[in-house]
């Protein structure tokens, strides 16, 4: 197996050895669970990271919803390590660490992320066999049960829109829905990492209609949006997904937030086009470091107003 490194793209054998290893590592801070397992029969490995305590609020960070965003597991074994690192060193972060847990799932789509090493590098959707067609995957983003399949998705398999057969279809939305329901009194965020854009965004992305609780969502993400670009400059736009990026109908985020988890939020990473999906690794540092402010600044409003 390839050895790890934070500023590489690691395999999935590579990113689960990882996973065990932190955790190993540091008992008092992060533990490993699974929530479930892929297509394949993967498993979906889930890191619980803070200070062990009663009835804390929480964060469910999730990587890897599309098998070709290769920057977004890279963060969330970023976060991992920063927060291990950080802990009883800076102030700030072993404060969210006391009072917040962070669940972070580094790759949701397994099988598609497999296949991307493997097989075809532009890959985005899960591996899953589907009905009375030879084309194969649903689009995870599109198969929540939040105005499904309505706008901004499509019906055919050979898309890759595809939003299922049904909302929670796949086994992975499946397990992640159910870990988020069976853990809705402590989950006060969820934030989803994709990319490529530069952009943060919120609900709702399948509709145009302004979440209640717009105002404060898109205070929030102007001020993370500040925090990330006063880094290395790199410029975000952010605001609903609707508007912001285009219709698409059956997120996680919107699913999310219409489930009770008010602060909901997608990133897009770098960058805008000129890699797109293939990101150097050369970017993984600053690309990582700078997202750090931006979902540190989430966890501080959380703490602070959830
Ligand atoms: N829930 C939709 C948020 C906005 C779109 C996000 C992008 C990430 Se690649 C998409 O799923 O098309
Ligand atoms: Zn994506
Ligand atoms: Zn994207």
């Known amino acids: 197996r390839a050895v790890h490194s934070y500023e590489k793209y690691n395999d999935l054998d590579t990113i689960n050895a990882w996973s065990a290893n932190i955790a190993a590592q540091n008992p008092g801070l992060v533990s490993r669970s699974q929530i479930g397992s892929s297509y394949e029969g993967r498993p979906l490995y889930l890191l619980k990271v803070g200070k062990s305590g009663s009835n804390k609020k929480a964060i469910f960070i999730d990587c890897g919803f599309h098998a070709r965003e290769w920057v977004s597991p890279a963060f969330c074994q970023w976060f991992v390590k920063d927060a291990v ?66 706008v901004g998705a499509s019906s055919r398999a050979c898309d890759d829109t595809y939003c299922g057969a049904s909302p929670e279809s796949e086994i992975e939305s499946k397990a992640l829905a159910n870990f988020i329901r069976s853990n809705l009194s402590s989950i006060k965020a969820y934030v989803t990492i994709h990319s490529y854009s530069q952009m943060l965004l919120f609900p709702y992305s399948y509709s145009y209609s302004l979440a209640k609780d717009h105002t404060e969502l898109n205070n929030v993400a102007k001020g993370a949006v500040s925090a990330l670009t006063a880094l290395y400059g790199t410029k975000y736009t952010y605001g609903p997904g609707g508007t912001t990026i285009y219709l698409a109908a059956g997120g996680s985020d919107d699913w999310a937030y219409d489930t009770g988890v008010k602060y909901s939020f997608t990133f897009e990473l770098r960058d805008t086009g000129r890699y797109g999906f293939t990101l150097p690794e050369s970017q993984i540092k600053p690309t990582c470091e700078e997202t750090l402010l931006a979902v540190k600044y989430i966890a501080n409003h959380v703490l602070n107003n959830a």
């Open 85 to 150: 690192e950080s802990y009883g060193v800076n102030s700030q972060v072993t404060n969210l660490l006391n009072n917040l847990d962070f669940y972070v799932l580094p790759v949701m789509n397994v099988d598609g992320y497999v296949y991307t090493w493997s097989s075809n590098r532009m890959w985005r959707k899960t591996r899953s066999v589907n009905k009375n067609s030879s084309c194969i995957g649903t689009d995870p983003n599109r198969n929540f049960n939040a105005g499904w399949c309505t």
